[in-house]
């Protein structure tokens, strides 16, 4: 557990019981901890049809799995809908990121995250993916309010987790669990999009399953 000084968290409406959709241990890392340190009871929803391919996922998820155990967290390991998922994609393909593709991923992941929850007589979710600063937290959490929005009793909690020293703490968690390090985003389009980047910069194409937190002189 990471030592520094927290904020103590409230989740709306005072409620103590969260359901934590997570895309991926460096990102959920700080978040989970904050919660465990404001008492906050939760479980982690790990749904995530958009990571190609299927072994970047699983690396993704054993990873997340492995710190959830940790913490003795409860982890639900939701489908690899990923045919679905390309479904809803097509048409899409080539959108930049934070684009209409991005609401179309958000909306599908946290559509399912309401339902659980909702299933599940959980009175709160929120998300991991706004921790991180490639993403456009406005965009999450407007996915996030309208996933909610067809059930009476469950709230979206759009807490700023970047914030207070969030950011930081996340890429210290992230190395002193050696967590690994992805570098794109997940779809198989934002895979095809960094590698381009990166050829533009005569730097070779991404190599799945390489790179790990505080085990790389570029890892942070
Ligand atoms: S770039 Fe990321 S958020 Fe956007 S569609 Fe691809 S995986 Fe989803």
């Known amino acids: 557990m990471n030592e520094k000084p927290r904020q103590s968290l ?3 409406d005072g409620q103590k019981k969260v359901l934590l959709h997570s895309c991926c241990a460096p990102c959920s890392g700080e978040v989970m901890e904050a919660m465990i340190a404001s008492g906050i009871d939760y479980t982690i929803f790990f749904y995530t049809p958009n990571i190609h391919p299927e072994r970047e996922y699983l690396l ?9 155990d940790k913490h003795g ?11 679905d998922w390309f479904a809803r ?4 393909e080539w959108e930049p990121e934070r684009g209409v593709r991005c609401t179309m991923c958000f909306d599908m992941r946290f559509e399912r995250t309401a339902l ?6 959980f009175p709160v979710m929120t998300s991991s993916l706004g921790i991180s600063r490639w993403k456009n937290m406005a965009q999450i959490n407007e996915c996030g309010q309208r996933a909610v929005s067809p059930y009476d009793g469950l709230s979206y909690w759009d807490f700023n987790w970047r914030k207070g020293g969030g950011s930081a703490r996340m890429i210290e968690i992230s ?4 967590f690994y390090q992805q ?13 381009a980047h990166r050829r533009s910069q005569g730097r070779p194409a991404i190599e799945l399953g390489k790179l790990y937190y505080g085990t790389n002189d570029d890892a942070s």
């Open 60 to 68: 993704r998820k054993d990873e997340n799995i492995r710190f959830a």
């Open 73 to 83: 967290v409860p982890f639900v390991d939701a489908d690899y809908d990923k045919d």
């Open 175 to 178: 190395k002193q669990e050696r």
């Open 183 to 195: 570098e794109y985003c997940g779809c198989a389009y934002s895979l095809r999009d960094t590698n």
């Open 116 to 121: 659980y929850a909702h299933e599940h007589d």
């Open 10 to 12: 409230t989740p709306p």
């Open 89 to 92: 994609a097509k048409g899409m």
